[in-house]
């Protein structure tokens, strides 16, 4: 099957299993996003989600955050993944937004990612999420999946290689969406382990199971 038409294929089974598609942190601000997609990292959307509220209750705004330290923010996060790595990104991120954005998230690639604990990923689904942008954040499983699926070749081994390869195929207006679709599809159905085939939208199409 050509690429372009095994995309068009995706797209439509996808949006039609995921017509809802949006992420599934909590969040009310920028602030509020890019401080749960940070704690994010190698931890669950459910777990952060159980954090956030007494965090954001003790540090509403990001000048709150910026006049705090890392040993006060840790005992808000201590039940997420590395927690004392990220209280001291956190800590971080908040004060230069302060000093260097004036208290406002920034909302470019290259602004985001001058911020301490932000990578390209985190920054991605800002732009997508919070900003309305199109972007294509690859995270575990976006990376899973498009590969699975065939959506990427196999010499496509880094998150931005296969960033690159999504964005040529996927047109530009429904990009962050399509994010939104493989993030959701990896998480419930192409899990890691044991994906859930017989009940996939995309079997027919999917290289991994013409493997099996």
């Not at 294929?9 to 996808?14: G, I, V």
């Not at 956190?90 to 991120?93: D, I, S």
């Not at 990923?121 to 689904?125: F, I, Q, R, S």
């Given at each position: 099957?050509?690429k372009?038409k095994?995309?068009d ?6 949006s039609?299993?995921?017509?809802e598609a949006?992420?599934e942190l909590?969040f ?6 890019l401080v ?12 952060v989600n159980?954090v956030t509220?007494?965090?954001f209750?003790a ?16 005992p808000?996060?201590k039940?997420v993944?590395?927690p004392?790595s990220?209280?001291d990104h956190?800590?971080?991120?908040s ?5 260097r ?7 470019t ?5 001058s911020?301490p604990?932000?990578?390209r ?5 800002m732009m997508?999420?919070a900003?309305?942008?199109n972007a294509?954040p690859?995270d ?6 498009s590969?699975?699926?065939g ?11 296969v ?8 047109p ?11 993030i ?12 859930h085939?017989a ?8 290289i991994y199971?013409k493997?099996?």
């Open positions: 099957m050509r372009r095994l995309y294929k995706c797209s439509e089974r996808l039609q299993a995921y017509p949006a992420t909590h009310s601000s920028p602030y509020e996003l749960a997609v940070m704690l994010s990292a190698q931890c669950t959307d459910k777990r159980m509220p007494a965090l209750e540090f509403p705004t990001v000048q709150d955050m910026a006049a705090a330290t890392p040993e006060q923010i840790f808000y996060i039940s993944s590395y004392n990220k209280a956190l800590a971080g991120m004060r230069m937004v302060c000093e954005y004036g208290g406002k998230i920034p909302e690639m290259e602004e985001m990612t911020l604990g932000v990578g990923k985190t920054a991605n689904v997508a999420v900003f309305g942008g294509m690859v575990t499983h976006v990376f899973r999946v590969h699975r699926i959506l990427v070749p196999e010499r496509c081994t880094t998150p931005l290689s960033e690159r390869e999504l964005i040529k195929y996927f530009d207006y429904i990009l962050s969406r399509a994010h939104h679709w493989l959701l599809h990896g998480r419930y159905v192409c899990t890691a382990r044991s994906p085939c009940d996939c939208c995309l079997k027919d199409l999917c199971r493997k099996q």
